[in-house]
């Protein structure tokens, strides 16, 4: 247990409409991360962040905007959800130490009708 | 942009066998991880094993290890004695190095284990 909660783990929502997901962990780590997962696309990067208000764009950050005002949390915001948002989104830290793995939320399922 | 290739979209074992999934990859960094994550149905990332490029042994875990050949940009994974909890998608993701330390993973295999 990487200690790490997503929420909602699923939410439906229109097109036009804000959205937030909240990643919340419990172990104080520096880094966090958002990706979202589509068939045949594997997880792509969304944002990161690397402390409290240090944050950066990926590969398909488009869209997003994040915000980590505490260290703790990490959210992702829509402004205007559209279709192409529809996906399942992952949240993960960086624990310190040898390996730079990462360790994942149990993702949220988003879909913008 | 860091790309990274698995040329296997799906692949299918039976039970007890041996399989391997490929991974090619592309970096300028000379210090990296390489990593393979393991998503069953239930969508959990599992983190199945990890291989520091600048050494030369391949990794192992268990009934998982990992042929890495760095000159190749190569990384595959294989799996001894398939079990049924096997069947899951696998990503192979290196990192960026650096100090940011993004992973990009590849597209997936689908790999299902028969009984």
């Known amino acids: 247990d990487a200690g790490i909660t997503q929420s909602p783990r699923h939410k439906v929502t229109e097109t036009g409409t804000p959205v937030t997901l909240r990643c919340h962990q419990t172990?104080?780590?520096?880094?966090m991360y958002w990706y979202r997962q589509d068939p045949g696309h594997g997880l792509r990067l969304i944002h990161y962040?690397?402390?409290?208000?240090?944050?950066d764009k990926g590969e398909v950050s488009d869209g997003y905007s994040v915000s980590r005002s505490k260290t703790e949390d990490f959210l992702l915001t829509l402004e205007s959800a559209t279709s192409s948002q529809t996906s399942v989104y992952f949240c993960?830290?960086?624990?310190?130490?040898?390996?730079?793995?990462?360790?994942f939320g149990e993702g949220s399922r988003l879909t913008v009708l | 942009a860091q790309t990274v290739t698995q040329s296997q979209p799906e692949m299918s074992v039976q039970e007890a066998e041996t399989v391997t999934l490929s991974c090619t990859y592309d970096?300028?960094?000379?210090?990296?991880?390489l990593f393979w994550y393991k998503q069953p149905p239930s969508r959990q990332m599992i983190l199945v094993i990890r291989?520091?490029?600048?050494?030369?042994q391949n990794a192992t875990e268990n009934r998982f290890s990992v042929n890495f050949q760095k000159a190749a940009k190569s990384f595959s994974l294989k799996i001894s004695d398939s079990q049924l909890g096997d069947t899951a998608m696998y990503f192979c993701?290196?990192?960026?190095?650096?100090?940011?330390?993004?992973?990009?993973f590849g597209k997936g295999t689908l790999l299902t284990v028969n009984p």
């Open positions: 993960a830290i960086r624990r310190s130490g040898v390996g730079g793995e990462l360790f």
């Open positions: 172990e104080n780590h520096r880094y």
């Open positions: 962040s690397y402390g409290v208000k240090d944050t």
């Open positions: 970096t300028s960094e000379s210090n990296y991880y």
């Open positions: 291989q520091e490029a600048y050494k030369q």
């Open positions: 993701a290196p990192n960026s190095g650096g100090s940011n330390y993004k992973l990009t």
